[in-house]
């Protein structure tokens, strides 16, 4: 967003627009019910509409505005839809004896009470009844069993329907997450096929070596580095996170755009070391921040950050001006597209707020403030101002 003193007309970049207009059809559609077929006609007919304005070489942006926007409706019309077939309705009958059958679809989460994953459901079997099955639910178990993304299992437990209350109950609906199995002592977990490979599984054993790495330093210690280098806080004792709490300095926990940078910038150096070429460089740390990406558990703060570090190489490798504003709307899309609950979520709606506010407010603060000529003053008095 840039303001002309020559021209009182604020410029708003079109791939921002469109992002704005990709999120007012998610939130559209979650609020006013309205049917697929219509929105499919009519984003067809946006499509034909687009179409016939390019080939007459005519102004096609509110076309490709209203497209965005069908597209937004479209996605969180298929999402908040269960199929047919969807677990959820069965889990509302609260059956004590469950059998699912599908595939581990997250990273397996250890907490103070036990382990959990996300199943996606294949098929069902519940007393005599056996059939197939969609959805998703969340598995909560305690069991020394070996299980990793992509893993084929049969799940025995109690079946029940996600409350809407709470925080993390809310959380999982807004997932598309209906559902929960609590598997008990007496249930049991049957792994039918390891995944031979995945980035995600990949990454998910990368994650668990390096936790391993931390084991000789002593807590809390370990527990911070895990949490700050690996996002997972699950070992972190509860006083010291109510520390961080109560100091506002929590947000160091969270892996954001300052881990990201930190990151570019040791692998910027680390891969000049090795003399390798300019482009190799920066397509290497590119591949190598998806995969901490997948690492962390692909949190809406780290794949915003990736993606706006990506965007920032890239504009090198292409010699194309970094424009700040539409690396910001075009990780909004790429997460909202594959998760549009997130646009619900109080920490996806902070964390873009406040990159927008320090790229927007500090520069006018900076330009506000006397100049400063010395190089430590001027980075001392920048990073006051972001930090403020």
Sequence with gaps: MNHNPDNPKIYIPFLSLSCLSFIAGIIFARYISVGFFVVYVMALSALLLLFYLHIRQKNCGCAAILIFFLIGLLRQIVFASPGADDIYSLSELKLRKVSLYGTVASQIEEGRFGKSFVFDVKGVKAGRLKSRASGKVYVRFNKRINLNYGDILTVEGRLKAVKNEGYFNKGLIRKGIRSILAVGRKDWIAIHKKHSFSIIRLAALTKEKLKKRFQNISSPAKDFLIAFILGDRSGLDQEVYSVFKQTGTVHVLAISGLHIGIIIFILILFLKALRLKLKSRFVITILLLVFYSFMTGLRPSVVRAVVMGAVFLLSFLVKR????????????????????????????QLSFISVLGIVSISPKILFLLPGVKNRFLRFLQISLVISS
Aim: charged share 5%.
């Design 321 to 348: 001006e970094y424009h700040i504003y539409n690396s910001l709307a075009l990780s909004a899309m790429i997460i909202l597209f594959i998760w549009p609950w997130q646009i619900f979520d109080i920490g996806f």
